[in-house]
Protein backbone atom coordinates (compact mmCIF):
# COMPACT_ATOMS: atom_id res chain seq x y z
CA UNK A 1 0.00 0.00 0.00
CA UNK A 2 0.96 3.41 -0.70
CA UNK A 3 1.84 5.67 2.20
CA UNK A 4 1.03 8.99 1.51
CA UNK A 5 -3.16 9.85 2.34
CA UNK A 6 -5.67 11.86 -0.11
CA UNK A 7 -8.23 12.25 2.18
CA UNK A 8 -12.33 12.30 0.80
CA UNK A 9 -16.00 12.57 2.18
CA UNK A 10 -18.94 11.01 1.34
CA UNK A 11 -22.73 10.94 2.56
CA UNK A 12 -24.61 7.87 1.77
CA UNK A 13 -28.45 8.59 2.71
CA UNK A 14 -31.17 6.01 2.19
CA UNK A 15 -33.68 9.76 0.79
CA UNK A 16 -31.14 10.29 -1.62
CA UNK A 17 -32.64 7.53 -3.92
CA UNK A 18 -31.74 8.79 -7.59
CA UNK A 19 -33.80 5.93 -9.53
CA UNK A 20 -34.60 1.85 -9.13
CA UNK A 21 -31.59 0.19 -11.21
CA UNK A 22 -33.22 -1.10 -14.53
CA UNK A 23 -30.84 -4.12 -14.66
CA UNK A 24 -30.49 -4.23 -18.27
CA UNK A 25 -28.14 -1.47 -17.87
CA UNK A 26 -25.66 -4.60 -17.49
CA UNK A 27 -26.36 -5.94 -20.76
CA UNK A 28 -23.44 -6.73 -23.22
CA UNK A 29 -23.15 -7.14 -26.89
CA UNK A 30 -22.34 -9.86 -29.48
CA UNK A 31 -21.95 -8.95 -32.95
CA UNK A 32 -20.65 -11.11 -36.39
CA UNK A 33 -17.45 -9.85 -36.12
CA UNK A 34 -14.25 -11.64 -36.29
CA UNK A 35 -14.09 -14.29 -33.04
CA UNK A 36 -17.12 -13.02 -31.22
CA UNK A 37 -19.64 -15.89 -32.54
CA UNK A 38 -17.37 -18.29 -34.61
CA UNK A 39 -14.59 -19.14 -31.98
CA UNK A 40 -16.05 -17.70 -29.22
CA UNK A 41 -19.65 -18.67 -28.88
CA UNK A 42 -19.40 -21.01 -31.30
CA UNK A 43 -16.79 -24.33 -32.09
CA UNK A 44 -18.36 -27.40 -32.40
CA UNK A 45 -15.15 -28.86 -32.57
CA UNK A 46 -14.06 -27.62 -28.75
CA UNK A 47 -13.77 -29.85 -26.49
CA UNK A 48 -16.43 -27.95 -23.97
CA UNK A 49 -18.76 -27.96 -26.63
CA UNK A 50 -22.53 -28.59 -26.13
CA UNK A 51 -24.84 -30.63 -28.45
CA UNK A 52 -25.32 -27.15 -30.24
CA UNK A 53 -22.22 -26.60 -30.75
CA UNK A 54 -21.75 -23.51 -27.88
CA UNK A 55 -18.65 -23.54 -25.92
CA UNK A 56 -19.81 -24.55 -22.72
CA UNK A 57 -16.92 -22.78 -20.80
CA UNK A 58 -17.86 -19.60 -22.64
CA UNK A 59 -21.30 -20.01 -21.52
CA UNK A 60 -20.07 -20.42 -17.95
CA UNK A 61 -18.42 -17.19 -17.89
CA UNK A 62 -20.85 -15.32 -19.49
CA UNK A 63 -23.42 -16.48 -16.67
CA UNK A 64 -21.02 -15.27 -14.02
CA UNK A 65 -21.20 -12.06 -15.32
CA UNK A 66 -25.28 -12.10 -15.19
CA UNK A 67 -25.73 -10.50 -18.88
CA UNK A 68 -29.90 -9.52 -18.54
CA UNK A 69 -30.00 -8.55 -22.17
CA UNK A 70 -27.27 -8.78 -25.17
CA UNK A 71 -27.57 -6.92 -28.70
CA UNK A 72 -27.17 -8.98 -31.39
CA UNK A 73 -26.50 -9.29 -34.73
CA UNK A 74 -24.61 -5.85 -34.91
CA UNK A 75 -23.21 -3.39 -35.08
CA UNK A 76 -21.71 -2.02 -38.57
CA UNK A 77 -22.66 -5.47 -39.73
CA UNK A 78 -25.88 -5.68 -39.19
CA UNK A 79 -26.38 -2.79 -41.95
CA UNK A 80 -25.75 -4.79 -44.68
CA UNK A 81 -26.91 -8.10 -43.40
CA UNK A 82 -29.95 -10.27 -45.05
CA UNK A 83 -31.44 -12.12 -41.70
CA UNK A 84 -33.04 -14.85 -44.13
CA UNK A 85 -29.50 -15.82 -45.15
CA UNK A 86 -29.42 -17.18 -41.19
CA UNK A 87 -32.27 -18.85 -40.80
CA UNK A 88 -33.37 -22.92 -42.17
CA UNK A 89 -31.30 -25.61 -43.02
CA UNK A 90 -27.81 -25.11 -42.46
CA UNK A 91 -26.63 -26.42 -45.76
CA UNK A 92 -28.77 -24.01 -47.58
CA UNK A 93 -27.24 -21.04 -46.05
CA UNK A 94 -25.34 -18.75 -48.23
CA UNK A 95 -21.61 -17.76 -47.90
CA UNK A 96 -21.72 -13.38 -48.21
CA UNK A 97 -19.08 -11.06 -48.41
CA UNK A 98 -19.94 -9.41 -44.87
CA UNK A 99 -19.51 -5.59 -45.91
CA UNK A 100 -18.97 -3.77 -42.89
CA UNK A 101 -15.43 -6.12 -41.56
CA UNK A 102 -15.03 -7.25 -45.02
CA UNK A 103 -14.94 -10.71 -43.99
CA UNK A 104 -16.85 -14.09 -45.21
CA UNK A 105 -20.09 -14.92 -43.31
CA UNK A 106 -20.97 -18.47 -43.28
CA UNK A 107 -24.17 -18.34 -41.70
CA UNK A 108 -23.68 -21.17 -39.28
CA UNK A 109 -25.27 -19.22 -36.39
CA UNK A 110 -28.23 -17.23 -37.24
CA UNK A 111 -30.90 -15.61 -35.37
CA UNK A 112 -32.44 -18.81 -34.00
CA UNK A 113 -29.16 -20.70 -32.38
CA UNK A 114 -28.65 -16.81 -31.20
CA UNK A 115 -31.64 -17.36 -29.14
CA UNK A 116 -30.80 -20.47 -28.42
CA UNK A 117 -27.49 -19.75 -26.70
CA UNK A 118 -29.40 -16.21 -24.93
CA UNK A 119 -31.35 -19.06 -23.05
CA UNK A 120 -28.78 -21.01 -22.26
CA UNK A 121 -26.68 -17.95 -20.45
CA UNK A 122 -30.52 -16.72 -19.06
CA UNK A 123 -30.47 -13.47 -21.09
CA UNK A 124 -33.00 -11.91 -23.11
CA UNK A 125 -32.25 -10.53 -26.61
CA UNK A 126 -32.19 -7.04 -28.03
CA UNK A 127 -32.07 -7.27 -31.58
CA UNK A 128 -31.14 -4.78 -34.48
CA UNK A 129 -33.03 -4.56 -37.72
CA UNK A 130 -31.22 -3.55 -41.07
CA UNK A 131 -31.94 0.38 -41.96
CA UNK A 132 -28.63 0.58 -44.50
CA UNK A 133 -29.32 -1.71 -47.02
CA UNK A 134 -33.35 -2.53 -46.27
CA UNK A 135 -35.65 -1.83 -44.29
CA UNK A 136 -39.69 -1.17 -43.37
CA UNK A 137 -40.22 -5.18 -45.25
CA UNK A 138 -37.26 -6.90 -44.09
CA UNK A 139 -38.04 -5.77 -40.61
CA UNK A 140 -41.34 -6.61 -40.46
CA UNK A 141 -40.58 -9.54 -41.78
CA UNK A 142 -37.99 -10.38 -39.42
CA UNK A 143 -40.52 -9.48 -36.48
CA UNK A 144 -43.58 -11.83 -37.79
CA UNK A 145 -40.79 -14.59 -38.03
CA UNK A 146 -39.43 -14.03 -34.44
CA UNK A 147 -42.94 -13.09 -32.47
CA UNK A 148 -45.75 -14.07 -34.27
CA UNK A 149 -47.16 -17.13 -32.69
CA UNK A 150 -48.70 -18.73 -36.26
CA UNK A 151 -50.54 -19.27 -38.96
CA UNK A 152 -48.66 -16.69 -41.15
CA UNK A 153 -46.35 -17.45 -43.83
CA UNK A 154 -43.01 -16.27 -41.37
CA UNK A 155 -44.25 -17.60 -38.47
CA UNK A 156 -45.02 -20.55 -39.83
CA UNK A 157 -41.55 -21.00 -41.27
CA UNK A 158 -40.05 -20.21 -38.08
CA UNK A 159 -42.02 -23.44 -37.02
CA UNK A 160 -41.02 -25.29 -40.20
CA UNK A 161 -36.89 -24.47 -38.64
CA UNK A 162 -37.79 -26.20 -35.85
CA UNK A 163 -39.19 -23.21 -33.26
CA UNK A 164 -43.10 -24.37 -32.37
CA UNK A 165 -42.70 -21.30 -30.30
CA UNK A 166 -42.49 -17.69 -31.15
CA UNK A 167 -39.36 -16.13 -29.61
CA UNK A 168 -41.22 -13.27 -28.19
CA UNK A 169 -38.45 -10.68 -28.50
CA UNK A 170 -38.97 -7.16 -26.82
CA UNK A 171 -36.36 -5.26 -27.71
CA UNK A 172 -35.61 -3.83 -30.84
CA UNK A 173 -32.98 -1.39 -32.02
CA UNK A 174 -33.84 0.81 -35.41
CA UNK A 175 -30.40 0.52 -37.03
CA UNK A 176 -27.28 1.07 -36.14
CA UNK A 177 -25.08 4.48 -36.22
CA UNK A 178 -26.79 5.75 -39.24
CA UNK A 179 -24.93 9.14 -39.27
CA UNK A 180 -22.11 7.15 -39.75
CA UNK A 181 -20.31 8.03 -43.01
CA UNK A 182 -18.87 4.23 -42.85
CA UNK A 183 -21.82 2.93 -42.67
CA UNK A 184 -23.95 0.65 -45.14
CA UNK A 185 -26.42 2.15 -46.23
CA UNK A 186 -25.60 5.60 -44.51
CA UNK A 187 -28.51 8.35 -43.97
CA UNK A 188 -28.96 11.85 -43.37
CA UNK A 189 -30.86 12.62 -40.17
CA UNK A 190 -33.72 13.62 -42.22
CA UNK A 191 -34.01 9.89 -44.28
CA UNK A 192 -32.94 8.36 -41.05
CA UNK A 193 -35.46 9.78 -38.82
CA UNK A 194 -38.29 9.12 -41.22
CA UNK A 195 -37.42 5.48 -42.50
CA UNK A 196 -37.18 4.71 -38.60
CA UNK A 197 -40.02 6.15 -37.80
CA UNK A 198 -41.89 4.32 -40.61
CA UNK A 199 -40.77 1.10 -39.62
CA UNK A 200 -40.95 1.54 -35.97
CA UNK A 201 -44.66 1.96 -37.11
CA UNK A 202 -44.99 -0.90 -39.06
CA UNK A 203 -43.05 -2.96 -36.46
CA UNK A 204 -45.40 -1.70 -33.74
CA UNK A 205 -48.52 -2.98 -35.93
CA UNK A 206 -47.15 -6.44 -35.76
CA UNK A 207 -46.33 -6.80 -32.85
CA UNK A 208 -47.07 -3.86 -30.32
CA UNK A 209 -45.83 -4.61 -26.93
CA UNK A 210 -42.18 -4.04 -28.58
CA UNK A 211 -39.48 -1.50 -27.44
CA UNK A 212 -37.49 0.37 -29.52
CA UNK A 213 -34.67 2.45 -29.96
CA UNK A 214 -33.97 4.95 -31.87
CA UNK A 215 -30.13 5.41 -33.11
CA UNK A 216 -28.79 8.18 -31.67
CA UNK A 217 -25.03 9.38 -32.42
CA UNK A 218 -21.73 7.30 -33.32
CA UNK A 219 -20.05 8.77 -31.14
CA UNK A 220 -19.94 12.84 -29.07
CA UNK A 221 -17.29 14.27 -31.22
CA UNK A 222 -19.71 13.45 -34.70
CA UNK A 223 -19.54 16.75 -36.76
CA UNK A 224 -23.72 16.20 -36.20
CA UNK A 225 -24.08 15.63 -32.68
CA UNK A 226 -25.83 16.51 -31.10
CA UNK A 227 -28.52 17.60 -33.81
CA UNK A 228 -28.71 14.63 -35.25
CA UNK A 229 -30.32 13.59 -31.99
CA UNK A 230 -32.77 16.55 -31.97
CA UNK A 231 -33.77 15.90 -36.38
CA UNK A 232 -33.73 12.52 -35.73
CA UNK A 233 -36.08 12.58 -32.94
CA UNK A 234 -38.68 14.95 -34.35
CA UNK A 235 -39.58 11.81 -36.30
CA UNK A 236 -39.23 8.88 -33.86
CA UNK A 237 -40.06 10.41 -30.66
CA UNK A 238 -43.48 8.80 -30.57
CA UNK A 239 -42.55 5.33 -31.73
CA UNK A 240 -39.35 4.77 -29.81
CA UNK A 241 -38.61 4.24 -26.02
CA UNK A 242 -35.16 4.72 -26.24
CA UNK A 243 -32.32 6.55 -28.24
CA UNK A 244 -29.11 4.50 -28.58
CA UNK A 245 -25.40 6.35 -27.13
CA UNK A 246 -22.26 4.77 -28.52
CA UNK A 247 -19.19 5.54 -26.98
CA UNK A 248 -15.20 4.01 -27.36
CA UNK A 249 -12.76 5.25 -24.77
CA UNK A 250 -8.82 5.17 -24.96
CA UNK A 251 -5.66 5.81 -23.38
CA UNK A 252 -3.89 7.26 -26.92
CA UNK A 253 -1.47 9.42 -25.32
CA UNK A 254 -0.82 7.41 -22.60
CA UNK A 255 -1.59 9.79 -20.07
CA UNK A 256 -3.24 8.00 -17.36
CA UNK A 257 -4.31 10.69 -15.35
CA UNK A 258 -6.17 11.99 -18.07
CA UNK A 259 -7.49 8.99 -19.28
CA UNK A 260 -8.63 7.46 -15.72
CA UNK A 261 -10.66 10.65 -16.43
CA UNK A 262 -12.69 9.80 -19.24
CA UNK A 263 -15.79 8.96 -17.33
CA UNK A 264 -16.46 12.91 -17.02
CA UNK A 265 -16.85 13.06 -20.73
CA UNK A 266 -19.21 9.57 -20.45
CA UNK A 267 -21.04 12.02 -18.03
CA UNK A 268 -21.35 15.09 -20.43
CA UNK A 269 -22.22 12.79 -23.28
CA UNK A 270 -25.38 11.34 -21.33
CA UNK A 271 -26.23 15.12 -20.06
CA UNK A 272 -26.63 16.41 -23.61
CA UNK A 273 -28.16 13.92 -24.70
CA UNK A 274 -31.32 13.90 -21.97
CA UNK A 275 -31.11 17.89 -22.57
CA UNK A 276 -31.41 17.23 -26.53
CA UNK A 277 -34.92 14.05 -26.19
CA UNK A 278 -35.89 16.94 -22.90
CA UNK A 279 -36.09 19.92 -25.64
CA UNK A 280 -37.60 17.88 -27.70
CA UNK A 281 -40.70 17.00 -25.33
CA UNK A 282 -41.00 20.22 -24.76
CA UNK A 283 -41.52 21.87 -28.38
CA UNK A 284 -43.74 18.22 -29.58
CA UNK A 285 -45.82 19.36 -25.73
CA UNK A 286 -45.05 15.64 -25.09
CA UNK A 287 -45.88 13.78 -21.99
CA UNK A 288 -43.98 10.98 -22.62
CA UNK A 289 -39.97 10.90 -21.31
CA UNK A 290 -36.95 9.53 -24.01
CA UNK A 291 -34.95 6.96 -21.90
CA UNK A 292 -31.38 6.34 -22.94
CA UNK A 293 -30.06 3.21 -24.07
CA UNK A 294 -26.17 3.20 -23.76
CA UNK A 295 -25.81 0.21 -26.00
CA UNK A 296 -21.93 0.58 -27.27
CA UNK A 297 -19.54 1.32 -24.49
CA UNK A 298 -16.12 0.40 -23.32
CA UNK A 299 -12.16 0.76 -24.31
CA UNK A 300 -11.31 0.12 -27.88
CA UNK A 301 -7.99 1.07 -29.02
CA UNK A 302 -4.94 -1.50 -28.10
CA UNK A 303 -5.81 -3.69 -31.36
CA UNK A 304 -6.54 -0.71 -34.11
CA UNK A 305 -2.88 -1.11 -35.68
CA UNK A 306 -3.20 -4.67 -35.30
CA UNK A 307 -6.65 -4.78 -37.32
CA UNK A 308 -5.07 -2.60 -40.37
CA UNK A 309 -2.94 -5.67 -41.37
CA UNK A 310 -6.02 -8.01 -41.21
CA UNK A 311 -6.58 -9.47 -44.94
CA UNK A 312 -9.64 -9.35 -46.00
CA UNK A 313 -12.57 -11.84 -46.87
CA UNK A 314 -11.27 -14.43 -44.48
CA UNK A 315 -13.33 -16.50 -42.10
CA UNK A 316 -13.95 -15.40 -38.13
CA UNK A 317 -10.11 -13.16 -38.07
CA UNK A 318 -8.98 -12.22 -34.59
CA UNK A 319 -10.22 -8.59 -35.29
CA UNK A 320 -10.47 -6.09 -32.32
CA UNK A 321 -8.74 -8.38 -29.97
CA UNK A 322 -8.30 -5.88 -27.58
CA UNK A 323 -5.53 -7.10 -24.46
CA UNK A 324 -7.33 -5.12 -21.55
CA UNK A 325 -4.84 -3.74 -18.70
CA UNK A 326 -5.39 -2.85 -15.12
CA UNK A 327 -5.99 0.57 -16.40
CA UNK A 328 -8.66 -0.16 -18.44
CA UNK A 329 -10.31 -1.68 -15.94
CA UNK A 330 -10.43 1.24 -13.41
CA UNK A 331 -11.73 3.13 -16.06
CA UNK A 332 -14.59 0.74 -16.81
CA UNK A 333 -15.31 0.55 -13.12
CA UNK A 334 -16.07 4.29 -13.36
CA UNK A 335 -17.83 4.18 -16.62
CA UNK A 336 -19.89 1.96 -15.34
CA UNK A 337 -20.62 4.63 -11.73
CA UNK A 338 -21.29 7.52 -14.22
CA UNK A 339 -24.33 5.21 -16.26
CA UNK A 340 -25.69 4.22 -12.47
CA UNK A 341 -25.76 7.69 -11.69
CA UNK A 342 -27.91 8.48 -14.04
CA UNK A 343 -30.01 5.19 -13.57
CA UNK A 344 -33.05 7.23 -14.21
CA UNK A 345 -32.53 8.00 -17.55
CA UNK A 346 -30.30 5.57 -18.48
CA UNK A 347 -32.22 2.41 -18.68
CA UNK A 348 -30.36 0.02 -21.13
CA UNK A 349 -26.43 -0.32 -21.28
CA UNK A 350 -24.43 -2.47 -23.27
CA UNK A 351 -20.63 -3.09 -22.59
CA UNK A 352 -19.35 -3.68 -26.14
CA UNK A 353 -18.81 -6.46 -26.82
CA UNK A 354 -18.82 -9.53 -25.13
CA UNK A 355 -16.59 -12.79 -26.20
CA UNK A 356 -12.92 -11.74 -28.38
CA UNK A 357 -13.98 -8.77 -29.83
CA UNK A 358 -13.46 -5.76 -27.39
CA UNK A 359 -14.60 -8.18 -24.65
CA UNK A 360 -14.15 -9.17 -20.75
CA UNK A 361 -14.42 -13.24 -21.77
CA UNK A 362 -11.54 -13.80 -24.68
CA UNK A 363 -11.02 -17.32 -26.06
CA UNK A 364 -8.33 -19.43 -27.86
CA UNK A 365 -9.37 -20.95 -30.85
CA UNK A 366 -9.19 -24.85 -29.72
CA UNK A 367 -8.37 -23.63 -26.64
CA UNK A 368 -9.07 -21.95 -22.87
CA UNK A 369 -11.11 -18.97 -22.02
CA UNK A 370 -10.08 -16.11 -19.40
CA UNK A 371 -11.37 -13.18 -17.80
CA UNK A 372 -9.83 -9.88 -19.06
CA UNK A 373 -9.02 -7.43 -16.57
CA UNK A 374 -12.49 -5.19 -17.63
CA UNK A 375 -14.03 -8.86 -16.33
CA UNK A 376 -14.15 -7.81 -12.93
CA UNK A 377 -15.58 -4.35 -12.23
CA UNK A 378 -18.38 -5.34 -14.35
CA UNK A 379 -18.87 -8.61 -13.02
CA UNK A 380 -18.60 -6.69 -9.23
CA UNK A 381 -21.04 -4.40 -10.60
CA UNK A 382 -23.55 -6.46 -12.49
CA UNK A 383 -23.96 -8.92 -9.34
CA UNK A 384 -23.88 -7.00 -6.71
CA UNK A 385 -25.24 -3.57 -8.21
CA UNK A 386 -29.05 -4.20 -8.57
CA UNK A 387 -31.43 -2.25 -6.41
CA UNK A 388 -31.72 1.87 -5.96
CA UNK A 389 -29.12 3.82 -7.04
CA UNK A 390 -28.71 6.15 -4.17
CA UNK A 391 -26.95 9.32 -4.61
CA UNK A 392 -23.81 9.78 -3.07
CA UNK A 393 -22.59 13.47 -1.82
CA UNK A 394 -18.72 13.45 -2.37
CA UNK A 395 -16.52 15.55 -1.38
CA UNK A 396 -13.06 15.46 -2.80
CA UNK A 397 -9.92 16.65 -3.55
CA UNK A 398 -9.18 16.96 -7.57
CA UNK A 399 -7.06 17.21 -10.10
CA UNK A 400 -6.42 18.22 -13.94
CA UNK A 401 -5.56 16.42 -16.83
CA UNK A 402 -4.55 17.41 -20.15
CA UNK A 403 -8.57 17.65 -21.24
CA UNK A 404 -10.28 17.84 -17.68
CA UNK A 405 -10.62 20.38 -15.31
CA UNK A 406 -11.50 19.77 -11.67
CA UNK A 407 -11.29 15.54 -11.18
CA UNK A 408 -12.11 14.53 -8.01
CA UNK A 409 -9.71 11.11 -7.13
CA UNK A 410 -12.84 9.91 -5.56
CA UNK A 411 -15.26 8.59 -7.84
CA UNK A 412 -18.69 6.36 -6.83
CA UNK A 413 -22.00 5.02 -6.57
CA UNK A 414 -24.03 3.38 -4.63
CA UNK A 415 -26.56 1.30 -5.08
CA UNK A 416 -29.11 0.12 -2.22
CA UNK A 417 -30.83 -3.90 -2.12
CA UNK A 418 -34.01 -3.13 0.25
CA UNK A 419 -34.74 -6.38 -0.25
CA UNK A 420 -31.24 -8.24 0.52
CA UNK A 421 -30.80 -5.79 3.04
CA UNK A 422 -26.56 -4.48 1.54
CA UNK A 423 -25.83 -1.24 0.76
CA UNK A 424 -23.22 -1.49 -1.93
CA UNK A 425 -20.66 1.47 -2.81
CA UNK A 426 -18.64 1.05 -6.06
CA UNK A 427 -15.34 3.70 -5.40
CA UNK A 428 -12.32 4.22 -7.64
CA UNK A 429 -9.14 5.83 -5.99
CA UNK A 430 -8.02 7.07 -9.52
CA UNK A 431 -5.05 9.02 -7.68
CA UNK A 432 -1.55 7.68 -9.23
CA UNK A 433 0.12 8.08 -5.67
CA UNK A 434 -1.84 8.23 -2.77
CA UNK A 435 -4.51 6.20 -0.97
CA UNK A 436 -7.66 7.58 -0.49
CA UNK A 437 -9.03 7.67 3.13
CA UNK A 438 -12.91 8.02 2.67
CA UNK A 439 -14.78 9.27 5.48
CA UNK A 440 -18.44 8.27 4.92
CA UNK A 441 -21.18 9.03 6.87
CA UNK A 442 -23.84 6.21 5.77
CA UNK A 443 -26.22 7.94 8.52
CA UNK A 444 -29.73 5.84 7.82
CA UNK A 445 -27.90 2.98 7.59
CA UNK A 446 -26.55 3.08 11.34
CA UNK A 447 -27.37 -0.82 11.91
CA UNK A 448 -25.23 -1.91 8.76
CA UNK A 449 -22.01 -3.05 8.92
CA UNK A 450 -19.18 -4.08 6.29
CA UNK A 451 -19.14 -7.44 5.03
CA UNK A 452 -16.78 -7.59 2.48
CA UNK A 453 -14.47 -5.16 1.04
CA UNK A 454 -13.42 -6.06 -2.36
CA UNK A 455 -9.61 -4.65 -4.13
CA UNK A 456 -8.54 -4.81 -8.14
CA UNK A 457 -5.29 -2.48 -7.47
CA UNK A 458 -1.79 -3.35 -9.54
CA UNK A 459 1.02 -1.24 -9.03
CA UNK A 460 1.59 -1.29 -12.84
CA UNK A 461 -1.31 0.54 -14.60
CA UNK A 462 -0.20 -1.61 -18.25
CA UNK A 463 -0.41 -5.19 -16.05
CA UNK A 464 -2.87 -7.59 -18.39
CA UNK A 465 -4.27 -10.90 -18.20
CA UNK A 466 -3.76 -13.77 -20.26
CA UNK A 467 -4.88 -17.04 -20.29
CA UNK A 468 -1.63 -18.72 -18.23
CA UNK A 469 -1.36 -15.50 -16.42
CA UNK A 470 -4.36 -13.51 -14.36
CA UNK A 471 -1.84 -11.00 -12.65
CA UNK A 472 -4.99 -8.75 -12.38
CA UNK A 473 -7.31 -10.33 -9.73
CA UNK A 474 -9.28 -8.74 -7.19
CA UNK A 475 -8.85 -9.66 -3.45
CA UNK A 476 -11.10 -9.81 -0.38
CA UNK A 477 -8.88 -8.17 2.09
CA UNK A 478 -9.95 -3.93 1.42
CA UNK A 479 -9.76 -1.95 4.53
CA UNK A 480 -12.65 -0.15 6.35
CA UNK A 481 -13.90 -0.18 9.82
CA UNK A 482 -16.22 2.24 11.96
CA UNK A 483 -14.75 5.29 13.22
CA UNK A 484 -16.72 7.78 15.20
CA UNK A 485 -19.90 6.30 13.37
CA UNK A 486 -18.50 7.22 10.49
CA UNK A 487 -17.69 4.02 7.89
CA UNK A 488 -13.68 4.77 6.85
CA UNK A 489 -12.85 3.34 3.36
CA UNK A 490 -9.12 3.50 2.41
CA UNK A 491 -9.30 3.12 -0.87
CA UNK A 492 -5.28 1.89 -2.13
CA UNK A 493 -3.72 4.15 -4.75
CA UNK A 494 -5.07 3.28 -8.35
CA UNK A 495 -7.70 1.13 -7.02
CA UNK A 496 -11.09 0.03 -8.05
CA UNK A 497 -13.28 -1.11 -4.43
CA UNK A 498 -16.34 -2.49 -4.02
CA UNK A 499 -17.60 -2.20 0.24
CA UNK A 500 -20.49 -4.13 1.14
CA UNK A 501 -22.72 -3.16 4.08
CA UNK A 502 -25.36 -5.44 5.38
CA UNK A 503 -27.87 -5.12 7.96
CA UNK A 504 -26.96 -6.68 11.39
O1 LIG B 1 -18.44 -2.65 -31.61
C1 LIG B 1 -17.69 -2.43 -32.76
C2 LIG B 1 -18.35 -1.46 -33.73
O2 LIG B 1 -18.34 -0.18 -33.16
C3 LIG B 1 -19.80 -1.69 -34.04
O3 LIG B 1 -19.98 -2.59 -35.09
C4 LIG B 1 -20.28 -0.34 -34.46
O4 LIG B 1 -21.64 -0.16 -34.20
C5 LIG B 1 -19.39 0.62 -33.68
O5 LIG B 1 -18.87 1.59 -34.49
Not at 58 to 64: A, N, R, S, T, Y
Not at 229 to 254: K, R
Not at 404 to 421: G, H, Q, R
Request: net charge negative; charged share 25%; with cysteine.
Amino acid sequence: MSKLITKAKMIVDKDFVISEVDPRIYGSFIEHLGRAVYGGLYEPDHPSADGDGFRQDVIDLVKELQVPIIRYPGGNMVSAYNWEDGVGPREERPDRLELAWRVIETNEIGTNEFMDWTRKVGSEAMMAVNLGTRGIDAARNLLEYTNHPGGTYWSELRKEHGYKDPHNIKTWCLGNEMDGPWQVGHKTAYEYGRLANETGKAMRLVDPSIELVSCGSSNSDMPTFPSWEAETLEHTYDVADYISLHQYYGNHDNDTANYLAQSLEMDHFIHTVIATCDYIKAKKRSKKQMMLSFDEWNVWFHSNEQDKKIEPWSVAPPQLEDVYTFEDALLVGSLLNTMLKHSDRVKMACMAQLVNVIAPIMTENGGGAWKQTIFYPYYYTSVYGRGVTLNPVINSPKYDSKDFTDVPYLDASVVYNEANEEVVIFATNRHLEDTLRVDIDVRSFADYDTIEHVVLENDDPKAINTFQNQQVQPHNNGESFFEDDNLVGILPKMSWNMIRLKKQ
